[in-house]
């Protein structure tokens, strides 16, 4: 059944767009300036910055590491996250709010106390594992999302869909991933794909735990707007753009499944 | 303009590296053989400064010394705080500060008065960068206005409380240290007395500080991307910044330059302190004396365009443009290092003053 969609309305959500795709072209714009500092509107074309931005070993590193580090905590938080949120919204147990409200205390602590309270604790225990430090740092950060994503998908289960599987024969781990895993899977994913982001993108944790060599991209990208700010940085800025836009596809076509069933 | 450019600049450091390493090597293997193995953590700027030491300083230092040093940037703010979370089990060895901090980290507890005797390149620091033996200074900035090239800037200080100046300035934010320097030309510019005597008048100073809010268009705290805006026109004046953030603009050809009002201008420190209980001290002795060696310092200062805290050392009239050197030229600039005892005592009053002035 088709639907018609009005000529105000569709211009409305143009201009939404627009507002909010506008920023976004900005520094691409500023990335192609042929100037040794960053001009807007651009002079000239040139995409030397972004030679210069994809030859850096730096900028490699740290683009590498942090894609190693969300990745680790992506999925340390969904080994944790998950069960976390099974247990949260399938048992009552006692303190069970308690418990809510310890698990997404780092959402309400400043990131900033967090770190240093985090840098405190590890000095306290002579840790000097840089990599182990920052993978819990970051996982205490991106364990709520995971939780509050996964505990809202269980919740949404359709608890007779399992007990009529169960009735006709199933055995529980055909119920799981037959009947609860297709319903919970935009959760999961959804999870993990604001994990990912939200280590990829930390800072206020990794300026605390980091070293010279664990040192994610955003530590990079703040060093290198205060060594000099020329138009490589806008360069990396589309470049992360291009980034995020890319995993979106990823998800969308690998999973099958779009963010705005996710988002819903 | 400057021909100083980075990159000629490092494949020249770099040549020059690889030709002195061989000479080098085998006497510095055998002297240095006991920091061999060891490792050290030191915290240290970002920016260029940061850059150069990463890039050039420590890769020549763990050759010489067979050691291992892993740099954390940052900045002072931040490394302080490290110090102080880390204090009980020290993670760092050396950190770089300005010199605003070395009265808290010393009354704190953070850091060691340096051991003088294991520090030959201390012999030619000017004692005024010493800090009575707890740090030395590093690298010397001038912090001053900076303006857009195409604007003619103001003799003094003074003037910019004009309505001819009516949103045109930018202004550092309270949370950096250069809002410090301003406060003090808003007490000199009410009193009529100089920076040396107008630090203390501060706390009076305020509706002064008011009077200017109507000529700032807005606040900054990040001096190159300051730079770049005033470089842009999108403000003529910036109210201050050091140097170090300002001139490799210039140098680059930005139209943004600095200006010295008659008032004076203020000398922006950066130091490096030895950590209490630092973990392998020695090595981290010989780092900061490394850091002052005089060839060290002079490919420091010509990369970061900051002056050196050490004597003797020969630059070219291209790169003297850009700096406040030697300590005659500091002097003759009337460079003021404020009493920062006296302020650190009181600028978190005087943050949440300006806070409620600007609304930020």
Redesign the interface.
Known sequence: MSETVSPILRIVVAIILLIVVAPLVVPFLMSISDT?????PPQGFTLKWYGEVLANPEAQGSFLFSLELAGIVTAVSLVLGIPCAVGLTRFRTPGQDAILAVILSPLIVPLIVTG?AL??LF??L?S?ATMLQMVIGHTVICLPYVIRSVSASFVLVNRNLEDAAAILGAPPHVVATRVIWPQVRPGILAGGVFSFIVSFDDYPIS??L????H?PIP?YL??V?????DPSIAAIASLMILFALLLVLVIEKVFGVSLARMAS | MTNISRRSFNKLTLGATALAAPLAAPMGFVRNSWAAGKEIQIGIWGGSQGEFVKKEIIPAFEKDFGCKVTPEEGFTLANVGKMRATKDNPKYSVMFIDDVAIPICKAEGLIEQLPKDDMPALANLYPRFGFDGWGTALAISVASMFHNTSVTPPASYAELWKPEYAGKLKLVSPKNTPSVFFLIVAAAVKSGKPFAEAQYLIDDSFDKVAELKPNIMNLFDNGPQAANEIAQGQADIGLLELSKYIYPYTAKGAPVTMSFPSEGSFAGNNCQVLVKGAPNRDVAVAFMNRMLETGVQKAFSEYALTAPPVSGIEFSAETLKYLAYPVEEMDKRGLFTPDWEYINARRSGWTEKMNAIFAV
């Not at chain 1, 707007?225 to 700010?229: A, N």
Request: proline content about 0%; cysteine-free.
């Open positions: 040794a500092y960053i001009v807007f240093v840098l405190q000095s306290m002579g000097r300026m605390w980091a070293d010279g060599n040192f530590l703040y060093t707007i205060e060594r000099s700010f």
